[in-house]
């Protein structure tokens, strides 16, 4: 009977040395995020620069077992497109004034065979909505790789599509977020 409980009791605690909890940082240089627009003359985009962001999981086996927090901070002003005066109506119509961060917080997620889905709180211009976002992750080292998409209106934070040269260029709706996010140990 000793020697069952020994073997279990081992057993017991290589299962539990076998997960590996741990907090990830947002590695920027590895990482992208872009926003796709169009507008009636022309498709556009702008990268997202200057992000932060911590991820908190239980791996095994390079399987991701359970999220336990993921959190990210996108300054408004780090949302660039190369043209100044197309970046001065994205921060205008994001209202960068007075909600100078867009968030994501994660509230719940789901994992099957190398892909998550995350639901979480995106908070763009003061509005939060609940937003889902379906990923596939490789775990390389230290390291954890997660590429998607997800697509959002902007009326849905309350965000009036910007215009320019006097109302005659408008921008579509709709918008498509395209990320390949690197966080490290």
């Not at 907090?23 to 985009?45: A, K, L, P, R």
């Not at 702008?46 to 999981?57: A, H, Q, R, S, Y």
């Not at 719940?108 to 937003?131: C, E, F, M, R, W």
Request: glycine share 8%.
């Amino acid at each position: 009977m000793k020697r069952i409980f020994e073997i279990s009791l081992t057993l017991l605690l290589l299962t539990v040395s076998a997960v590996s909890v741990a907090q990830y940082t947002y590695v920027s240089s590895e990482s992208s995020m872009v926003i796709f627009g169009t507008s009636n003359v022309h498709d556009w985009e702008e990268t997202c620069e200057n992000v932060t962001g911590t991820l908190n999981l239980d791996l095994e086996a390079s399987k991701i077992i359970k999220v336990t927090g993921i959190e990210m901070n996108i300054p408004v002003k780090g949302i660039k497109s190369g043209k100044g005066a197309m970046d001065e109506n994205t921060y205008k119509a994001l209202k960068e004034s007075t909600h100078p961060i867009i968030t994501y917080k994660i509230k719940s997620y789901g994992v099957t065979d190398g892909k998550v889905h995350l639901t979480g709180t995106l908070t763009i211009a003061g509005v939060s909505q609940d937003v889902k976002f379906p990923a596939t992750y490789v775990v390389e080292g230290n390291k954890i790789k997660f590429k998607g998409s997800c697509t959002l209106k902007m009326t849905d934070y309350g965000i009036a599509p910007p215009t320019a040269v006097m109302g005659t260029i408008k921008c579509g709706d709709d918008l498509k977020f395209e990320f390949d996010i690197v966080f490290s140990k």
